[in-house]
T-cell receptor, first 118, second 114 residues
């Protein structure tokens, strides 16, 4: 079974600075998808960024980027120029590549609470 | 607007009183799933459905039932709720097949069983 580990229960960063959230995972598959979700106090789950394991290029979405290290099974999220609106819980998630059978839902980490200091 | 609609948003009930949390999506997604979120545990999958009339257990299915009679609806049923089912519940949907499809989540249902 796949597992996803987020080793930082809480992180704090000054507004406008850069912060990196860590995520490691364990899988025997060679191809899969990885995601970062944001959950603000409104509790809505918002997709931040996604990565295909077969792509070597790291995904980027505006101020959000990932550092995907397949061999190390690491998938960290970097937030540049942090803003107050970035304050939220962040969840790393894994999904098998083919949703054609078996339990292919998202496997989530336990989350990192990101605090933005003004 | 493409969305997943869950109802109710908040629910307080008593032990043993059957309840249903509804979930509906308007994106014609094949895949639907239920998660529960508990502090320090992240989100854990309860049940999922690959398509109409096809459902299967996730990681924490005990005490829950689901049905998928129509593609758009995927209700979560608690036949005899207990206090350990107090949690935040999310319904989610996704396209099926290959692809980096993220899930679209509902707004969540905060359930308290007393």
């Amino acid at each position: 079974a796949q597992t996803v580990t987020q080793s930082q229960p809480e992180m704090s960063v000054q507004e406008a600075e850069t912060v990196t959230l860590s995520c490691t995972y364990d899988t025997s598959e060679s191809d899969y998808y990885l995601f970062w979700y944001k959950q603000p106090p409104s509790r809505q789950m918002i997709l931040v960024i996604r990565q295909e394991a077969y792509k070597q290029q790291n995904a980027t979405e505006n101020r959000f980027s990932v550092n995907f290290q397949k061999a190390a099974k690491s998938f960290s999220l970097k937030i540049s120029d942090s803003q107050l609106g970035d304050a939220a819980m962040y969840f790393c998630a894994y999904r098998p590549i083919y949703s054609g059978g078996g339990a292919d839902g998202l496997t989530f980490g336990k989350g990192t609470h990101l605090i933005i200091q003004p | 607007e493409a969305q997943v609609t869950q109802n109710p948003r908040y629910l307080i009930t008593v032990t043993g009183k059957k309840l249903t949390v509804t979930c509906s999506q308007n994106m014609n997604h094949e895949y639907m799933s239920w998660y529960r979120q508990d502090p320090g545990l992240g989100l854990r999958q309860i049940y999922y459905s690959m398509n109409v009339e096809v459902t299967d257990k996730g990681d924490v299915p005990e005490g829950y039932k689901v049905s998928r009679k129509e593609k758009r609806n995927f209700p979560l049923i608690l036949e005899s709720p207990s206090p350990n089912q107090t949690s935040l519940y999310f319904c989610a949907s996704s396209r099926g097949g290959l692809g980096t499809y993220g899930y679209t989540f509902g707004s969540g249902t905060r359930l308290t069983v007393v």
